[in-house]
């Protein structure tokens, strides 16, 4: 999870991005979504960054300028104005995940989420991963991997990723921005 501001710098960064990014939180915060932007893409920065804005949500895969100079194939949801100012983006590498054929990706959700799924979701909106969840809450692995197919499907998400974008902008987690993030 990395939040940017208006000028699209980065402002926060979970442990998940600096792991995928390789690099420490203070780095990270150097560094600003046009410079992980391949330059031949650049010329559109502006023109998507505004739509971004206008739309208040954007989504989809994309070839993410490591800045060791290499190249990632991400998927991203991102959602504008978390806060006032802040906008935030969800990465994660590529997955074949889909929602279940019953629920339309996207689909609004007919129920909420019960207040463990939402526990779930936020931890893995801060880059937990499943035994990490399963050990702070008590529970398997198995048990939290059940708890996220139901954000999925009640969300109508096709990942983890977009079900935190949905949970977000739907008011069913949110984020404390600038709370550090446990080792």
């Known amino acids: 999870m990395l939040v940017a501001d208006d000028q ?3 402002v926060d960064a979970n442990r998940a991005a600096c ?23 650049r010329q ?5 960054w505004d739509a971004f ?13 490591m800045p060791d100079g290499a ?7 991102a959602t504008a104005n ?24 996207g689909a ?17 909106a801060m880059g937990e991963r499943s035994a990490g969840i399963a050990f702070r809450l008590g529970i398997s692995p198995a048990t939290v991997e059940a708890h996220v197919r139901n954000c999925l499907a009640k969300l ?6 977009h079900a935190v974008t949905l949970g977000l902008s739907r008011g069913e987690i949110n984020m404390q921005l600038g709370e550090p993030w446990s080792a």
């Open 44 to 48: 559109n920065t502006v023109e998507l």
């Open 19 to 41: 792991l995928l990014l390789r690099l420490p939180q203070e780095k990270v915060l150097e560094l600003s979504i046009d410079a992980l932007t391949p330059p031949e893409l």
């Open 82 to 105: 978390v806060a006032p100012g802040r906008h935030l983006s969800v990465l994660s590498l590529p997955t074949r995940e889909h929602a279940p054929d019953s629920i339309p990706v």
């Open 8 to 10: 699209r710098r980065y």
């Open 108 to 124: 609004p959700h007919s129920t909420g989420l019960s207040e463990r799924e939402r526990e779930v979701l936020t931890l893995v």
């Open 53 to 65: 804005l206008r739309d208040g949500s954007q989504s989809g895969t994309f070839a993410l300028l």
């Open 156 to 161: 109508g998400a096709a990942n983890r990723a």
């Open 71 to 77: 190249r990632v194939l991400v998927d991203y949801s």
